[in-house]
């Protein structure tokens, strides 16, 4: 999966930001799957499906889509398991954005 602005270094910074930013929130959203808070997983997801696309990550805001889709039927079961997708993807991405 690469972002569709990959090669375009103004926005590459951004990018990379952007996914640290990604990073950061994984802590909270494991708590919140420890806990059960869907509409915390529902709001991140949402965030996910809006932001992804925006920075070239369509799979992130299909991710987001189906981790939304989980949220509203309280399953945590699968959400977790798109969770660490997620986090999986999220690591790809950044590795390839903090070597270039």
């Known amino acids: 999966m690469n972002s569709d602005f990959h090669n375009d270094p103004e926005f590459r910074e951004l990018i990379r930001l952007y996914l640290l930013e990604l990073s950061q929130k994984i802590p909270h959203i494991q708590d919140n799957i420890k806990s059960l808070n869907f509409p915390d997983l529902y709001r991140f997801a949402h965030n996910l499906k809006g932001t992804g696309g ?23 079961e699968n959400y977790t398991a798109l969770f660490e997708k997620f986090k999986k993807l999220l690591t790809e991405k950044s590795d390839e954005f903090n070597r270039g």
Do not use: P, R, W
């Open 54 to 76: 925006g920075y070239g990550f369509d799979e992130f805001t299909e991710l987001g889509l189906k981790m939304m889709a989980c949220a509203n039927s309280n399953d945590s």
